[in-house]
C-alpha cells in the first residue's frame, strides 16, 4: 500500500528566504508525481508534474525534484513571498489494473511573513 | 473551461442522500472523485472512464457515481453519516496522456 509523507507539517519563514518542502513515499512504482498547492477551503492548484522517467521540472520560482530510487521529491520555492501562503500537498500516481490511482500527502502549510 | 463543481456548499441531516455533480475539463475523458477531510489530504474515492468505474479506494457501496457521454460526473451518497462532512472535490485527466489531473474548487458538505 502506497504510503505518502511530507515533513515538515508547518512552516513559517520570512518573506525572501528559499525553502525546501519534502516528500516521501514508500512505493517506487510509480508513473508521476504532482505537486499541488491549496489555499484554505479551495480546491487544488496544480503546480509541478514530474513523470516517472523525469528527474525535476520547473516553473518561475518553483522547482521540483524527483528520486524514484529512495521514494522522494522536494518542492524548492525561491524567495519566498506572503502569496505563497498555502498548504502544499504532493500526489503519486500509479498505473495499476487499468486505472490510475492517486495517494496524497497531508501536506505542508506554510506561512510567508511580510 | 476549467472542471466545474455544483454546488459549491451544502448542507444536509444524517440519514439523508446527497448527489454532487462536476463538470470535466474540456476534451478530458476520466474523472476522479476525492473526499478531503478537514486537515487532511484527498482521499480516492473512485474513477470513472469512458462512463465506467474502473477504481475504487476504500470507500462502502453506498458511495457510488455516474459519468455521462459528455464526460460530466456525478457523486451520490446514500445514508450519509456525520463523518461524511468534508470537502469533495473532482479531477479530470486524459487517458493516454500524462495523467496529470485538473481538480474543481470541491464541494463543501456538512452533515448535520
Known amino acids: 500500500k502506497q504510503e505518502v509523507t511530507q515533513i515538515p507539517a508547518a512552516l513559517s519563514v520570512p518573506e525572501g528566504e528559499n525553502l525546501v518542502l519534502n516528500c516521501s513515499f514508500t512505493d517506487s512504482a510509480i508513473y508521476n508525481l504532482q505537486w499541488f498547492r491549496q489555499d484554505p477551503g479551495k480546491g487544488l492548484t496544480s503546480l509541478l508534474l514530474i513523470q516517472s522517467s523525469q528527474r525535476e521540472q520547473t516553473s518561475g520560482r518553483l522547482n521540483a525534484s524527483l528520486d524514484k530510487s529512495s521514494g522522494r521529491s522536494t518542492l524548492y520555492i525561491a524567495a519566498s513571498q506572503p502569496g505563497d501562503s498555502a498548504t502544499y500537498l504532493c500526489a503519486v500516481t500509479r498505473y495499476s489494473g487499468g486505472y490510475q490511482k492517486v495517494t496524497f500527502g497531508t501536506g505542508t502549510k506554510l506561512q510567508v511573513i511580510p | 473551461a476549467g472542471v466545474t463543481q455544483t454546488p459549491r456548499y451544502l448542507i444536509k441531516t444524517r440519514g439523508q442522500q446527497v448527489t454532487l455533480r462536476c463538470s470535466s475539463q474540456s476534451g478530458h475523458n476520466t474523472v476522479s472523485w476525492y473526499q478531503q477531510a478537514l486537515g487532511q489530504g484527498p482521499q480516492f474515492i473512485f474513477q470513472?472512464?469512458?462512463?465506467?468505474?474502473?477504481g475504487r479506494g476504500n470507500f462502502p457501496p453506498r458511495f457510488s457515481g455516474l459519468q455521462f457521454p459528455n464526460y460530466s460526473s456525478e457523486l451520490n451518497v446514500n445514508a450519509l453519516e456525520l463523518d461524511d462532512s468534508a470537502l469533495y472535490l473532482c479531477?479530470?485527466?486524459?487517458?493516454?496522456?500524462?495523467?496529470?489531473?485538473?481538480f474543481g474548487p470541491g464541494t463543501r458538505l456538512t452533515v448535520t
Open positions: 479531477a479530470s485527466s486524459l487517458e493516454g496522456s500524462s495523467y496529470e489531473q485538473y
Open positions: 470513472y472512464y469512458r462512463e465506467e468505474e474502473n
